[in-house]
Nanobody, 125 residues
Framework: EVQLVESGGGLVQAGGSLRLSCAAS????????IGWFRQAPGKEREGVSC????????YYADSVKGRFTISSDNAKNTVYLQMNGLKPDDTAVYYC??????????????????WGEGTLVSVSS
């Protein structure tokens, strides 16, 4: 049973930082793509960042380039999203998602097979 559990969300002021974690289980952590997505109230879900074990490597949405950093620790079956310079527009529920094929192609298209329950990030001005 594949499970993804996000953590690390919270309330921060603009300019602050948070680190999100996605703890994965139920699959071998050697061929995958994991992405971070977010959805604000009344808005569509959007892709934030993706990381793959092979192929495309790392992807960032234009809105977060230079501020967010995605990384993985395969030994811990965990993917992280370091978020610096947070803005009120970053406020959303953040989800991690998984596809067993190690290519960002699936992440870029949002066609991920498994999703976590999300963690809330709230940024005040």
């Amino acid at each position: 049973e594949v499970q993804l559990v996000e953590s690390g969300g919270g309330l921060v002021q603009a300019g602050g930082s948070l680190r999100l974690s996605c703890a994965a289980s139920g699959f071998t952590f050697d061929d995958y793509v994991i992405g971070w997505f977010r959805q604000a109230p009344g808005k569509e879900r959007e892709g934030v960042s993706c990381i793959s074990s092979s192929g495309g490597g790392i992807y960032y949405a234009d809105s977060v380039k230079g501020r967010f950093t995605i990384s993985s620790d395969n030994a811990k079956n965990t993917v992280y999203l370091q978020m610096n310079g947070l803005k009120p527009d970053d406020t959303a529920v953040y989800y991690c998602a998984y596809h067993p094929y190690g290519s960002t192609w699936y992440c870029l298209g949002g066609v991920m097979d498994y999703w976590g329950e999300g963690t809330l990030v709230s940024v005040s001005s």
